[in-house]
């Protein structure tokens, strides 16, 4: 470490400690504001068993399933995809990351058709016959679509951080020398798949 | 850091390891609660608690909290104490209404 004073560059400061960290203080305000969600679903859980209960065998098991193995193999990869990074294989890296994306899609596309059939049956928030749901059913699907509404952007904002880091690489700002770009969406993902971890669960299992 | 050249790389068989073990508490958990829906046999620790273990392999070999320095650890006990803290407050609150 040398102590000679050095003018500012050309904007090319790099301090991936920092970084990391910064990003790591960002994943913890993102904890808690999915765990201030999760204390609303343990209340309002408490106060409406049953209802939760009944509520949760309309959701499909097998999709919720297929899903989490979807975010659990995704999260291999991107995790697999620093490692190859850091090994200086560039091309490997690149490829896991597209995995990643298409992982990141698939996740999507099922979300999509869950979400639909709840449309067609009317259980969706200002619908009619949500109305109709006593309250308990109601606040369960409240929550549902909150809660997994919210990890569905995630999984959308985290998918076009690493799109980022693609171009990174492909351009050359993402080295194996200079990963911390990489490392930081692939803490992002993790979080993506930290959260379903509990959703999952909560909502599709627990009966 | 790039700067650090002894900087720890995780292996692919131990992101490999981590997956297996991942994907085998996941269908643990849906087998138990999808062939024993009938008993009710899921029940809300025992799920909380398996989550917990995934959440905690998930931080420890994909996230690397394991090799990194110590302070990443401090940082998500101190978040984790913070939650479990309002958590409480929250159960004490209902209880003595």
Redesign the interface.
Known sequence: MDHTFHLPNSGHN?D??SSK?GM??FL?TE??LF??LF?VY??Y??LNSEAFLLASFKLN?WMG?FN??LL??S??TI??S??AL??GNKKLSVNLMWLTIIAALGFLVVKYFEWGAKFEHGLVPGMEHYDTLPMGERLYFYLYFFMTGLHGLHVIIGAIFILFVIRGVNKGTVTP????LS?NA??YW?LV??VW??LF??F???? | MSDNNNVHISSYKEHFSTWAALILLTFMTVAVSVFGAELRTLSVATAMIIATVKATAVGYYFMHIKYDPKIYKWMMGTVLALFTFFMIMLTIDYLTR
């Open positions: 790099f991936a400690k960290l790591w203080l913890y904890l808690l765990g201030g204390l343990m209340v859980r408490e098991v399933t989490t193995v659990i193999t999260s291999m995790a697999m620093i490692t850091q090994k020398e200079r990963y911390s490392e692939g803490l993790h798949d930290l971890i509990y669960p909560l599709y299992l627990i009966h």
